[in-house]
Nanobody, 124 residues
Framework: QLQLVESGGGLVQPGGSLRLSCAAS????????IGWFRQAPGKEREGVSC????????NYADSVKGRFTISRDNAKNTVYLQMNSLKPEDTAVYYC?????????????????WGQGTQVTVSS
């Protein structure tokens, strides 16, 4: 079964950058679209960004457009989320998830396999 593991979270000052990684094991990521999601305390999980299986299509939430960039390296079975110009409101647990098919929705309900999450805290 496909297993996903996130890494790269941490504490960063406002305006700083982090790069999250989502590494897969148990199966190749070649046939999966991958999404990044986040959940802040007391809030619902929300879609941040997603990328098609080929990497040719991407989708971003309005709140992160121009600041975050999603990419993938299928040879390394890994998807990345480069986060720049971080704001305190970006603080959350970040999850990656996988789904089959061509669509790249930002709705968490559309994804089947989930990682355990990595904490991102933006604070001075």
């Amino acid at each position: 079964q496909l297993q996903l593991v996130e890494s790269g979270g941490g504490l960063v000052q406002p305006g700083g950058s982090l790069r999250l990684s989502c590494a897969a094991s148990g199966y190749t990521l070649d046939y999966y679209a991958i999404g990044w999601f986040r959940q802040a305390p007391g809030k619902e999980r929300e879609g941040v960004s997603c990328i098609s299986s080929s990497g040719g299509g991407t989708n971003y939430a309005d709140s992160v457009k121009g600041r975050f960039t999603i990419s993938r390296d299928n040879a390394k079975n890994t998807v990345y989320l480069q986060m720049n110009s971080l704001k305190p409101e970006d603080t959350a647990v970040y999850y990656c998830a996988a789904r089959t098919g061509w669509a790249i929705p930002l709705s968490p309900n559309e994804y089947d396999y989930w990682g355990q999450g990595t904490q991102v805290t933006v604070s001075s």
